[in-house]
């Protein structure tokens, strides 16, 4: 039917845990966070989604995306790393295996979370892999370290700190395609949010995972995050930072170009 997509699963996809999240994410729109496609039927082999009519990017629909998103991330979650509330299966997302966090498993602080969950988990599989050796092993460590040490924590932005959670509510792969801009022009949130790997995180990933491969009117995004939800200082000098998460995941699905660039952003941060 046209009013409808359907996904069907492939290798490492979980469509009941992905509908979960779709779920998770749109609890948020209650309070102005950012549409979600609507999940119409889930099973182990099929997702049928609404069909998301789509329409040119503008300014204003940017500035829209941006100020939604704010207060998508704002509805919170438990603990860093944790699953989509309804989460089914394997405590972990996608073909790398991206893992989900136990709440008893949980650092306080996010530097701790994304040292060992993110940046040493991908490196620990590449150098299984053969595709890091020992130098690039000791380099990525030295970013952990000093992650681990807190060097690099910053507060939540703005609505995220006042509505008093843990961390922020990620859409978790949040690169352009990802981010449909409505075909209404009018639509309050501007935009649709579709294949999430949705947990708990710091809202800066979500943002800097939009900027690695560039969106339109990125900076009107931003600028709508901003005015809705003030971001710490100092957050523009952390997107790389951020970044290395989703580079490195890159790293263990396609290799190539990824592994240049991710140790190249690690040495800014060793």
């Known amino acids: 039917m046209a009013d409808t997509f359907a996904k069907t699963a492939g290798f490492g996809d979980n469509l009941p845990g992905e509908a979960a999240a779709l779920r998770w994410l749109a609890e948020a729109e209650a309070a102005g966070g950012i549409r979600v496609v609507r999940v119409l039927s889930v099973s182990a082999e099929e997702l049928v989604e609404e069909h998301v009519a789509t329409g040119a990017p503008t300014a204003a629909a940017a500035r829209r995306i941006g100020a939604s998103l704010a207060r998508t991330h704002a509805a919170g979650a438990p603990w860093l790393g944790c699953a989509p509330e309804g989460w089914e299966g394997e405590p972990w997302c996608g073909r790398a295996r991206t893992p989900y966090v136990a709440r008893d498993d949980a650092p306080s602080r996010w530097g701790a979370f994304f040292a060992e969950y993110r940046i040493m988990n991908y490196v620990r599989t590449l150098v299984d892999e053969g595709e890091f050796g ?33 961390c922020a509510r990620l859409h978790g792969d949040l690169w352009a395609g990802n981010v449909l801009w409505d075909a209404d022009r009018a639509a309050p949130t501007g ?10 995180g710091h809202a800066e990933t979500d943002l800097a995972m939009l900027a690695l491969f560039g969106y339109p009117y990125l900076e009107e995004v931003l600028r709508g995050y901003d005015e809705a939800s003030p971001l710490a200082d100092g957050w523009r000098e952390r997107v790389g930072l951020h970044q290395l998460a989703p580079l490195l995941l890159h790293c263990v699905l396609f290799g190539g170009w990824y592994l240049d660039e991710a140790v190249g952003v690690a040495r800014r941060y060793a």
């Open 191 to 200: 935009g649709v949010l579709i294949d999430p790997m949705a947990y708990g």
């Open 134 to 166: 020992p130098s690039e092993l000791a380099l990525f460590e030295r970013v952990a370290s000093r992650l681990e040490a807190g060097e690099f924590d910053a507060s939540q932005p703005g609505l995220v700190r006042a509505a008093g959670v843990t």
